[in-house]
């Protein structure tokens, strides 16, 4: 396979933007990815891309050109963004074409995501009691990991206020206002231990980046960065997982775990050699949890991480340097490229003040989703 | 008290004066919990599950959850969690007759027919009684 590079990326602001659908922020998204790269969409020889709640992502030709390019839609839960990039990587490391887009944007209704039972297979009795929700998983998953590994909810407190802080120096972030760790931790409890501030909301938004081969970038002299490896990995046996109305006795291990693995294996690095990373922010007990499961400390270590400022910008391991989901909101479709786009800007050390200081050479982003399933990619330059 | 109410679904738990929730049992001993619908339920044995387990996590619904959640108007704030059957599977359930500051993980528990709403029961795991 040879290597695929990231030579553009484009944002549309999350949050709320009534005027605008979800493939509308997609398009917009599209056509500054274009830009960055200094190229037109008729350049584009292959596009994949996503919404859950906004549409079909290829009817987007008709705003940006009728050029006949093949375009792959993908439904595919939270990993619908990781799963348009590693179709688009894989276009152009086949050697089928040098240019390509992938693109994701989403735009849900206010409140908590309420899914139906039937589309995940599940009995309409565990819906109909209200066992069915997201919030929960988190909040039940989180119950025990503090438990049993001695995280306070003051570390929970402390991943908020993180989230907002960076969210401040982000022009791409919803909310952007810094808040106190004590508003975080009083704020009405949704799922205890879990307050409203420690979780992210439905929002909206998109992104797209655009990717070149090797050939292509010496072609036109792009500012690229490099994609070392995508992994998306559906959930193994025993895992316990969002949407469960019963798990394993014994634990099989986690599908964060496995797609983690697998993106180093194929990166041919580890967690040492990271230097910043975006990690699914569900809740901030998510971003917690998640900095074990991927391998960048051992289970429990994160409160001492915390109380030392390890995973702020100025830390040794910068985590969600744009306030991620909590800051960002989450448009399920778009969340995946928004951590690739905060990687492709920190490294290309275009992040204004919340720039990571150092020679960057490595990023790491995660999503994870419904009904267990993780995305990893790594960027490098 | 919950004789005169329609259980929320058929077949989720047995019809003894002592019931139990039932699980499908695969010949090779794995647990399901619910049953599976379709093909992939037609090999297992229905078994009886444990009506005594151990709290493995909780929490509490703090806010009424959007539709499908079909409880009833007035909402009030009500506890889950998952309680591990020993030897058998770790099922998702309604928390009753008890309070968040009362639960810790581990603690014995129990099953109980509970009612959902005027007309229906489910079903939940509260204390062990001692």
């Not at chain 1, 998953?141 to 802080?165: C, D, N, P, T």
């Not at chain 1, 960076?166 to 879990?194: F, K, V, Y």
């Not at chain 1, 909301?201 to 990717?211: D, F, K, N, Q, Y």
């Amino acid at each position: 396979m040879s290597k695929v590079y990231i030579i553009g990326a484009g944002i549309h602001p999350f949050g709320r933007t009534d005027e605008r659908s979800g493939r509308d922020q997609g398009v917009f998204a599209a056509r500054q990815a274009l830009e960055d790269a200094n190229l037109e969409w008729q350049d584009i020889q292959f596009a994949s891309g996503g919404s859950i709640a906004a549409g079909n992502a290829d009817v987007m030709i008709n705003d940006l050109g009728l050029t006949s390019v093949p375009f792959i839609n993908v439904f595919n839960g939270c990993a619908t963004g990781g799963s348009a990039l590693s179709t688009a990587q894989n276009a152009i490391a086949s050697g089928h074409c040098d240019l390509a887009m992938a693109v994701g944007f989403d735009k849900h209704p206010r409140g908590a995501f309420n899914a139906n039972p039937s589309s995940f297979g599940l009995p309409d009795w565990y819906g109909q009691t209200g066992m069915m929700l997201t919030t929960q998983f988190f909040a039940l998953k989180l119950q025990r990991y503090m438990q049993l590994h001695g995280i306070s909810r003051e570390a929970l407190g402390r991943v908020a206020e993180k989230a907002f802080r960076n969210g401040e120096r982000a022009d791409h972030a919803w909310r952007r206002t810094p808040m106190d760790i004590d508003t975080i931790l009083d704020s009405p409890m949704i799922n205890h231990p879990l307050s409203k501030f420690m979780f992210c909301a439905p929002a909206e938004g998109g992104v797209a980046l655009i990717l070149a081969s090797e050939k292509k970038v010496r072609e036109l002299g792009s500012n690229a960065v490099g994609i070392a490896s995508v992994a998306i990995r559906s959930r193994p046996p025993g895992s316990f997982e969002v949407y469960a109305p019963s798990t394993d006795i014994v634990d099989g291990g986690k599908p964060t775990t496995l797609a983690s693995k697998a993106a180093f294996e194929m990166a041919g690095i580890g967690p040492e050699d990271i230097d910043i990373a975006q990690l699914q922010d569900t809740e901030s007990g998510a971003e917690i949890m998640h900095m074990a499961e991927n391998g960048f400390c051992k289970d429990g270590e994160q409160e001492q991480w915390l109380a030392e400022g390890r995973t702020e910008i100025d830390g040794a391991l910068p985590i969600n340097t744009d306030g991620g989901c909590i800051a960002c909101g989450e448009p399920i479709g778009a969340t995946g490229l928004r951590q690739v786009y905060e990687n492709v800007t920190q490294l290309r050390g275009r992040a204004g003040s919340r720039q990571v200081n150092g020679n960057l050479k490595t990023a790491y982003s995660h999503v994870y989703g419904a009904p267990g399933l993780s995305g990893v990619a790594i960027l490098e330059v | 008290m919950t004789k005169h109410l329609q259980p929320i679904a058929e077949g989720l738990w047995s019809d003894d004066e002592q019931p139990h929730l039932l699980g499908g049992q695969a010949p090779d001993g794995k647990i399901y919990f619910p049953i599976p619908e379709g093909d992939s339920g037609k090999n297992l044995d229905i078994i009886k599950l444990s009506r005594q387990g151990t709290l493995w996590s909780f929490t509490r619904q703090d806010f009424r959850p959007k539709s499908p959640y079909d409880g009833p108007e007035e909402f009030t704030p009500f506890l889950l969690g998952y309680v591990e059957l020993p030897g058998q599977i770790i099922v998702e359930s309604h928390i009753v007759e008890t309070t968040l500051e009362e639960l810790k993980i581990g603690m014995a528990m129990e099953f109980v027919i509970t009612p959902f709403d005027d007309t229906r029961s489910t079903y939940a795991f509260r204390p062990e009684q001692q």
